[in-house]
């Protein structure tokens, strides 16, 4: 079967990627020059299959009110004359109750964990790099709460991670997940895209993808414009829409109203400056929304929300919010003077449930609306996408899209 994927980000490179080891014919589409140079070009860095609480929880909605006059908050919702972003709202609201947070924690649980396996598998067989560290997650409360089980004392966090020390004064303790790990992802699309390519799976960069035409209720085709400026429509036996926060626009036409919604979010990069200094175990600071990441020699630090549609600007001010809440805690690690500012479009579903499977037409599927966790769940996506369009019954039990 002849399969045309829209989007190279991470997600859409790995289903390509399982899509081709299924034995189909896969061609790529993607506007820019390379992969993953959108969402997953420099993104938090962990693979948190074991600590991915949606966005939508208890107490949120308070905060985020508390937040709206901070131009530094952690979730800031710049409101607009958008139609799409007040449903958005009022969706993620209604799934702010604890049993929906606790239904959607599970299944975001199950799919990281089945995804992270399958990309421990891939890593074995392939010996794919991309600065990974399997050291686990620490999280890091600074007078938030109280002892629970499981709780690590400020002792127990910095004899799982010794950079934490500079920041002992300010912590009440943490949680470890010790199975979690942490990565370049930009560096894992780049090398899973080329060794995809190797499998026969073709990319065509530098696309204008346009617009699906259909016939007899059936996707017929997608117009583009490639390299040479020409028109055509290309046809293909199915198609996948991973086109991350743009999915909509392109769904919209065809009566699919998907509910994702742009969720703008900051990262910061700067070099080691002290290797005794920096942390090693990736890191989520939970009073400012942060996660840390050690690649290689580079820190990476990213976070924060912001509702603002489609707007991509760099807000110097919730970076340097960033490298000042860094700098604060780990005052050694990192050359705030060499920090690379970068923002991206997260695909953000209400419930941090990615749309994954079949639409109203048989031949187009989704894997697409991952938000936060994109990097986390992109293998078992692209393996549960493969087995879906081979008629198989994926491995993992989630609420696909377009199952009974």
């Not at 975001?108 to 560290?133: N, V």
Request: hydrophobic share 40%.
């Amino acid at each position: 079967m002849k399969i045309v994927i829209l989007g190279a980000g991470v997600v859409g490179v790995a289903a390509a990627w399982y899509l081709r080891l299924a034995g189909h014919d896969v061609q790529v589409l993607d506007r820019r020059e390379g992969p993953g140079l959108e969402t997953s070009f420099a993104n938090g860095g962990q693979i948190s299959a074991d600590h991915a609480a949606p966005w939508a929880k208890p107490g949120v909605p308070l905060q985020a009110l508390k937040w709206m006059l901070r131009e530094d908050a952690p979730l800031l919702f710049r409101l607009r004359a958008d139609p799409a972003q007040w449903r958005w709202a009022l969706q993620f609201l209604r799934n702010c109750t604890a049993a929906r947070f606790r239904a959607n924690a599970a299944q975001l649980t199950r799919l990281g964990s089945y995804s992270r396996a399958l990309l421990r598998e891939l890593r074995a067989e392939t010996g794919i790099e991309y600065d990974h560290l399997a050291r686990g997650i620490l999280v890091l409360y600074t007078g938030e709460r109280g002892f629970e089980p499981g709780w690590k004392t400020p002792e127990e966090c910095v004899a799982i991670e010794p950079a934490v020390a500079s920041m002992k004064h300010l912590l009440n303790g943490g949680r470890y997940v010790p199975g979690d790990e942490s990565g370049d992802a930009y560096k894992f699309t780049v090398e899973l895209a080329k060794l995809s390519a190797q499998r026969g799976v073709r990319f065509d960069f530098e696309t204008d993808i346009g617009s699906f035409s259909v016939e007899d209720r059936k996707i017929s085709g997608v117009s583009i414009r490639g390299k040479d400026g020409k028109p055509e429509t290309l046809r293909g036996d199915a198609y996948v829409l991973a086109l991350g926060s743009y999915s909509p626009l392109f769904a919209r036409p065809l009566g699919i109203d998907l509910p994702i919604y742009p969720l703008k979010g900051y990262s910061v990069t700067m070099p080691v400056k002290n290797p005794a200094a920096a942390w090693t175990v990736s890191l989520s600071d939970e009073a400012h929304k942060l996660v840390f990441a050690r690649l290689g020699d580079r820190l990476r630090i990213a976070g924060t929300a912001e509702l603002n549609g489609y707007n991509t600007e760099i807000n110097q001010v919730r970076c340097q919010a960033i490298v000042k809440r860094t700098m604060e805690l780990f005052p050694d690690a990192g050359d705030p003077g060499q920090a690379q500012y970068w923002a991206g479009l997260r695909p953000a579903t209400p419930s941090n449930i990615p749309c994954i499977g079949r639409t109203k037409y048989p031949n187009l599927y989704l894997n697409t609306g991952h938000g936060t966790l994109g990097w986390t769940h992109a293998c078992g996506s692209g393996r549960i996408l493969a087995d879906i369009v081979g008629g198989r019954k994926p491995e993992v039990d989630f609420a696909f899209t377009g199952s009974d």
